[in-house]
T-cell receptor, first 116, second 113 residues
Framework: NAGVMQNPRHLVRRRGQEARLRCSPM?????VYWYRQLPEEGLKFMVY????????ESGMPKERFSAEFPKEGPSILRIQQVVRGDSAAYFC??????????????FGDGTRLSIL | TQLLEQSPQFLSIQEGENLTVYCNSS?????LQWYRQEPGEGPVLLVT?????EVKKLKRLTFQFGDARKDSSLHITAAQPGDTGLYLC?????????????FGTGTRLTVIP
């Protein structure tokens, strides 16, 4: 897991604040995926990005959530006006090539977001 | 919609026993991956299976992809405490307009020394 870096590891926000989660993919990887995990559940896909492009955002709520992966710098998952229901672990994964299934995804250790 | 059902949800066994974890769906998957996740960490990929009927072995772990590519199983021989963790299957759906990787709900395995 050391290759994909996520920060912060833990983030506490009050309702109505903004949360910014960062993900630096493994070296040489240009495809990034964001997932959300609630306690005792599997991961739920949110968004798939390539450098400067959103490939698939079908799992991301239309309101308050946005994601980007700029040409330079980490991928950012942004949650505006957070609510208690946003509390979860958010995982980022990266792969060297695009597509699904056949491309192994390497995961970071996640950001645990807690909303007070 | 949860496409992948894993069973059992929880499993507690003694060291040295064998076990099988199942991952079932009514959908056909182009490929399926198994991950193991430990508390406070991200999932770690164990194996990817892509061909119906495929069997892959990883030391004491045996993975099988169903002939119809709708289900998979993970068999662990002579379980050890180090096998303890959350086992997740994830499938890539071969469907026009869809481009998602779906995760199962997971099987939490505890191996008692």
């Amino acid at each position: 897991n050391a290759g994909v870096m996520q920060n912060p590891r833990h983030l506490v926000r009050r309702r109505g604040q903004e949360a910014r989660l960062r993900c630096s993919p493994m070296k040489g990887h240009s495809h990034v995926y964001w997932y959300r995990q609630l306690p005792e559940e599997g991961l739920k896909f949110m968004v798939y990005l390539q450098k400067e492009n959103i490939i698939d955002e079908s799992g991301m709520p239309k309101e308050r959530f946005s994601a980007e992966f700029p040409k330079e710098g980490p991928s950012i998952l942004r949650i505006q006006q957070v609510v208690r229901g946003d509390s979860a672990a958010y995982f980022c994964a990266s792969s060297p090539l695009g597509g699904w299934g056949n491309q192994p995804q390497h995961f970071g250790d996640g950001t645990r977001l807690s909303i007070l | 919609t949860q496409l992948l059902e894993q069973s059992p949800q929880f499993l507690s066994i003694q060291e040295g026993e064998n076990l099988t974890v199942y991952c079932n769906s009514s959908s056909v998957f182009s490929s399926l991956q198994w991950y193991r996740q430990e508390p406070g960490e991200g999932p770690v990929l164990l194996v990817t299976v892509v061909t119906g009927g495929e069997v892959k072995k990883l030391k004491r772990l045996t993975f099988q992809f169903g002939d119809a590519r709708k289900d998979s199983s993970l068999h662990i021989t002579a379980a050890q405490p180090g096998d303890t963790g959350l086992y997740l299957c994830a499938g890539a759906v071969d469907q026009t307009g869809a481009n998602n990787l779906f995760f199962g709900t997971g099987t939490r395995l505890t191996v008692i020394p």
